[in-house]
């Protein structure tokens, strides 16, 4: 595998007795394959002919959501997964009471009761292990499994843990460089998840967030470290989503990676693993997966091409993309502003936003993909959960009016990578990721709709958000690595 560095490199030659406890331990788990081709899901997948692939991706933490209106909105989707704070706050027995996953299994328990219950998937974390969890719960106990961690506290309050500290353990990040752990991991807290009928996989949230991270947010690691962890990584994965195939389930994996030949970070935080995109697809041969964006479409400019470029690299390898796009109505769009190519702001309304970044998204996804959206200040949100309470996510008209058939090739793109096009059975699209200019033509479907010139601020000298600027993501602290103008 292609590595970053020397130094590093030494890692994929481990020796010594704890090589020879790692693969003794995956061999007892199982040699990871699959038959199934990498497009595959357990369900029926017809985004291109049948129905715009629209995602929802929420929880309700006063119990599950049982009234006929919100069930109505969900089952409209076409995929619903349910975050872990479902039943956060039910007491005897609740969330805290090592019944964390039986509300989001019960969520989906409860839709597909309904006539055309979109498929449901439920939450699960590759960077710390919840209490209130069963068997991540039991994992728990042998601390030794878990990483030594910095001053940030994130196991013991950031995560919504109240009662973390009272149970006696400190520490919650996984260090899959333990075989043990891996182990543990792929035959618990994935493995479980084969054993709910209603429930049809599991989104990997977090998965690369402590070896991509070099800020030292979360843990302090030399690069060797990082490294030897990434590589564990993926062997838990390897092991765990082949069990979860096996049973029929899908697993989701959200990270921060990207392909060598894409230039310029996809996303703020937590980009600078040890090795590259190439290496998790090398790992994951044979096994069918989709890859997660966090912040999809989040600004314009290099990070929207870089995106792009990356979502086509991926959709060229036959890799199904979820995307999550932010929508922050206090800045008209972008966390911070819109930064255009002459770093101007641009402003969008809600609608403009939701077709700019639906325009991105057609642009670069393949088969088995699917399209969030939702609004990260919801005034409607009474517990602050930052875009991932149900009323953050509507059912908007544009997923009804989308046809766009088959498309007829890859998208096209200028020579400076910022002009997108692409074409299909029914219309087409582009999108000019210097200024956010837009182009959704389906009038067979009857979504016409363009926005030649997005409204335009004065330029700002000032980045857009500095190095160090935290956000919360599913209640978890993320912190940008650098000052971003775009």
């Known amino acids: 595998p292609d590595t970053p560095s020397t130094s590093i490199n030494s890692m994929w030659r481990w020796g010594g007795l704890s090589q020879a406890l790692r693969w003794i331990t995956l061999f007892q788990i199982g040699i990871a394959s699959t038959s199934h081709p990498s497009t595959w899901q357990p369900w029926k997948w017809n985004g291109w002919e049948e129905k715009f692939p629209s995602m929802y991706f929420a929880a309700d933490p ?36 090592l019944k964390g996953e039986v509300f989001s299994e019960e969520q989906c328990e409860v839709l597909a009761k309904l006539p055309n219950a979109p498929p449901c998937m439920v939450y699960r974390n590759g960077m710390w292990a919840g209490y209130f969890y069963t068997g991540q719960n039991q994992m728990l106990n042998r601390q030794e499994l878990f ?57 990997l949230d977090n998965a690369e967030s402590v070896h991509c991270d070099s800020e030292d947010v979360q843990v302090i690691l030399t690069d060797q470290e990082r490294a030897e962890i990434q590589n564990a990584t993926m062997e838990a994965w390897k092991i765990g989503f082949a069990k979860m195939v096996g049973k029929g389930r899908y697993p989701v994996l959200s990270t921060t990676n990207q392909f060598k030949s894409v ?9 600078e693993c040890p090795y590259p995109e190439e290496n998790i697809l090398e790992s994951l041969q044979g096994i069918p997966f989709a890859r997660n964006y966090e912040f999809f479409m989040w600004q314009l400019n290099q990070t929207c091409s870089a995106q792009i470029q990356n979502m086509i690299e991926e959709s060229s390898h036959g890799i199904p993309v979820f995307v999550h796009v ?60 930052g875009g991932w309470y149900d009323s953050s996510w509507k059912y908007y008209s544009q997923y009804d009016q989308l046809r766009t058939g088959k498309p007829e090739g890859p998208a096209e793109m ?14 087409n699209v582009s999108l000019d990721c210097r200024t956010g200019a837009y182009n959704l033509s389906f009038p067979a479907s009857g979504l016409e709709s363009h926005l030649d010139n997005p409204s335009t601020k004065k330029a700002m000298l000032l980045p857009s958000l ?15 690595t650098r000052d971003f103008f775009s």
């Open 62 to 97: 006063t119990g599950l959501i049982e009234d006929h209106s919100r069930l109505a909105k969900i089952s409209n989707f076409s995929l619903a997964i349910f975050e872990y704070r479902m039943g956060q706050f039910i007491q005897d027995p609740g969330w805290a009471d």
């Open 147 to 203: 990483l030594k961690h910095n001053a940030d506290d994130e196991c013991n309050g950031t995560l919504g843990f109240s009662n973390f500290a009272e149970t006696g353990r400190q520490l919650c990040r996984y260090n899959f460089s333990n075989p043990a752990c891996s182990s543990k991991f792929a035959n618990s807290v994935l493995d479980e998840i084969g054993n709910e009928e209603s429930v049809l996989g599991s989104f």
């Open 263 to 271: 230039d310029f970070p996809v996303v703020p935080f937590e980009n």
């Open 326 to 385: 932010p929508w922050f109505p206090n800045s008209k769009g972008c966390l911070g502003g819109c930064r255009d190519n002459k770093n101007r702001i641009r402003e969008f309304s809600e609608a403009e936003f939701l077709e700019m970044s639906i325009a991105g998204f057609l642009v670069g996804m393949g088969k088995g993909s699917y399209f969030g959206f939702s609004n990260m200040q919801d005034k409607d949100d009474p517990y602050a959960m």
């Open 414 to 427: 200028d020579a400076d990578k910022m002009f997108f096009r692409r074409t299909f059975k029914n219309g």
């Open 466 to 480: 500095r190095k160090g600027t935290c956000v919360m993501i599913h209640g978890i602290k993320r912190c940008f």
